[in-house]
T-cell receptor, first 110, second 113 residues
Framework: GQQVMQIPQYQHVQEGEDFTTYCNSS?????IQWYKQRPGGHPVFLIQ?????EVKKQKRLTFQFGEAKKNSSLHITATQTTDVGTYFC??????????FGTGTRLKVLA | NAGVTQTPKFQVLKTGQSMTLQCAQD?????MSWYRQDPGMGLRLIHY???????DQGEVPNGYNVSRSTTEDFPLRLLSAAPSQTSVYFC????????????FGNGTRLTVT
């Protein structure tokens, strides 16, 4: 069945340091989505990747989809305290079942 | 736009009690789903619906029932609450098949004692 593994589970960084979270699947994904959940909040959609090798940027955030479409990463350059939260990847394999990774909780130390 | 509205925000139940978590969306989305979120477990899909009258099971459906009589509403029923169902529940909707963003409600924090 659909399954995505996400690492690391937790990450503490000093403000200004970079951060990366990874999402891996044993099967080829049709697409991957990334969400951010602030503490006490609900997940909010960030971006979707569809094409092999795709790279998208949103300000300090860079999203990549692997060439084999089995992995993805989210990289934040020069973290800020506003980046605190849990980042999730999600995949649906083109079906209606959106399956989420376990998430990476980011803490930024000022 | 209200988006996805969940009620209640908080609920405490005793073991064996039943209740319904409400979810409504005003975006005319065909797809709706329920997730539970537990520490270290991420978001796990309970049930989902691709349209009125159509529901299907997700990853962790046991102990929960759903129905979809209208496009707007997708209630989640706990028939006999158990402490293992203590969790935060999120309802989400989207407009398309598997490649549209999910829009989440604010969540319901449920405690079963």
């Amino acid at each position: 069945g659909q399954q995505v593994m996400q690492i690391p589970q937790y990450q503490h960084v000093q403000e200004g340091e970079d951060f990366t979270t990874y999402c891996n699947s044993s099967t080829t994904l049709s697409n991957i989505q990334w969400y951010k959940q602030r503490p006490g909040g609900h997940p909010v959609f960030l971006i979707q990747l569809v094409k092999s090798g795709e790279v998208k940027k949103q300000k300090r955030l860079t999203f990549q989809f692997g060439e084999a479409k089995k992995n993805s990463s989210l990289h934040i350059t020069a973290t800020q305290t506003t980046d605190v939260g849990t980042y999730f990847c999600a995949e649906s394999s083109g079906t209606y079942k959106y399956i989420f990774g376990t998430g990476t909780r980011l803490k930024v130390l000022a | 736009n209200a988006g996805v509205t969940q009620t209640p925000k908080f609920q405490v139940l005793k073991t064996g009690q039943s209740m319904t978590l409400q979810c409504a969306q005003d975006m005319n989305h065909e797809y709706m789903s329920w997730y539970r979120q537990d520490p270290g477990m991420g978001l796990r899909l309970i049930h989902y619906s691709v349209g009125a009258g159509i529901t299907d099971q997700g990853e962790v459906p046991n102990g929960y029932n759903v129905s979809r009589s209208t496009t707007e509403d997708f209630p989640l029923r706990l028939l006999s609450a158990a402490p293992s169902q203590t969790s935060v529940y999120f309802c989400a909707s989207s407009s398309g098949q598997g490649k549209s963003p999910l829009h989440f409600g604010n969540g319901t924090r449920l405690t079963v004692t």
